[in-house]
């Protein structure tokens, strides 16, 4: 009977790895959707425009609140105190929307627009909310820094592409390396250990 776990093992682990990838991907497209919604909302409520700098960052904050949220709701399952994650998207993305507006004028007339401008923009709010987000796994998790460079990529893709493209290509990359960084070992633990303690977080 053991022999059989032993063979079910690694497909049971493939299995866990793509159910969190699939959740991860659905509750960022969910967040980010109610996020744009509840920031043009917010925006038409301050008479129509989402232009300064402060009006920027509580955009950005609405848009993190909600990303953060949905993203939540499948990391607690796998990571302890979960509920950090919020406040760190809200504020990364809050903080990295209010600097795009600051200095979108400079670094629109030196990149002249176009996806090279996006990239760049989402490359800031990517290391900002990455930073702040590696926070929490870095306790968690072994090679919790690779966290910052992926959310910086991922974020300069979804800025540089088109808008639902973009963030869906950079949804999947993030998704793809949190499950990576799972399987990694835990911080003070063998790999055995650290696959089974993966495996017991589902429940």
């Known amino acids: 009977m053991s022999g059989v776990k032993g063979l079910l093992m690694p497909v049971e682990r493939r299995w866990v790895g793509w159910r969190l990838w699939l959740g991860w991907l ?5 967040g980010w959707a109610l996020g744009l919604a ?3 909302a917010f925006g038409f409520g301050i008479g129509g425009v989402v232009s300064g700098t402060a009006s920027m ?3 950005g904050a609405i848009l993190g609140v ?3 949220t949905l993203q939540w709701l499948v990391l607690r399952r796998w990571i302890s105190r979960a509920g950090w994650w919020v406040l760190a998207t809200a504020v990364g993305m809050g903080v990295g929307f209010a600097l795009i507006k600051a200095v979108t004028p400079t670094l629109s007339e030196v990149l002249d627009g176009g996806p090279l401008y996006g990239a760049a923009n989402g490359g800031l709010v990517g290391v900002l909310v ?5 926070l929490v796994l870095r306790r968690q998790v072994a090679r919790a ?3 910052v460079l ?3 990529v991922a974020m300069s893709v979804g800025f540089a592409l088109d808008q639902v493209v973009g963030q869906l290509v950079g949804m999947a990359t993030t998704g793809t390396a949190l499950v990576w960084l799972l399987r990694q070992p835990a911080q003070g633990t063998g790999r055995r250990e650290a ?3 993966c495996l017991r977080r589902r429940t």
Request: hydrophobic share 45%; net charge negative; aromatic share 14%.
């Open 130 to 134: 990455g930073t702040l987000q590696g």
């Open 57 to 59: 960052g509580v955009f």
């Open 150 to 152: 992926t959310s910086a």
């Open 66 to 68: 909600s990303i953060g």
């Open 38 to 40: 509840g920031g043009f």
């Open 145 to 147: 820094g690779w966290w």
């Open 26 to 30: 659905l509750a960022s497209s969910i």
């Open 195 to 197: 696959a089974n303690d």
